[in-house]
Nanobody, 123 residues
Framework: VQLQASGGGLVQAGGSLRLSCAVSGLTFGNSAIAWFRQAPGKEREGVACIVSDNDDTVYSDSVKGRFTISRDNAKNTVYLQMNSLKPEDTAVYYC?????????????????WGQGTLVTVSS
């Protein structure tokens, strides 16, 4: 299983970015995909999760209403649309996957991880 995250970059506060996570080697239609992030000096935290069978989603309180997770089954890709970005959103963002359509949000629940993409939000 391979996950390839992309789309990070430098953006001003209030701006937007869209991250992509291309997934291969996993039955995409029976999986859960999540985004996590880790800021310097902080623990990794869950940001959003999407479950394949019913598009069920869950968000952390810190991003709810600003970020949207979605997936394109034809492309085996999950997206994280990030709007109204804040400096505190600055982090390395990782996508993670697990087999089975289960809505879970702990990093220990995910078996496969991408390499991370850096998002920097300037004030």
């Amino acid at each position: 299983v391979q996950l390839q995250a992309s789309g990070g970059g430098l953006v001003q506060a209030g701006g937007s970015l869209r991250l992509s996570c291309a997934v291969s080697g996993l039955t995409f239609g029976n999986s859960a995909i999540a985004w996590f992030r880790q800021a310097p000096g902080k623990e990794r935290e869950g940001v959003a999760c999407i479950v394949s069978d019913n598009d069920d989603t869950v968000y952390s309180d810190s991003v709810k209403g600003r970020f949207t997770i979605s997936r394109d089954n034809a492309k085996n890709t999950v997206y994280l649309q990030m709007n109204s970005l804040k400096p505190e959103d600055t982090a390395v963002y990782y996508c993670a996957a697990r087999a089975g359509a289960v809505r879970v949000t702990s990093d220990s629940d995910y078996d496969y991880w991408g390499q991370g993409t850096l998002v920097t939000v300037s004030s």
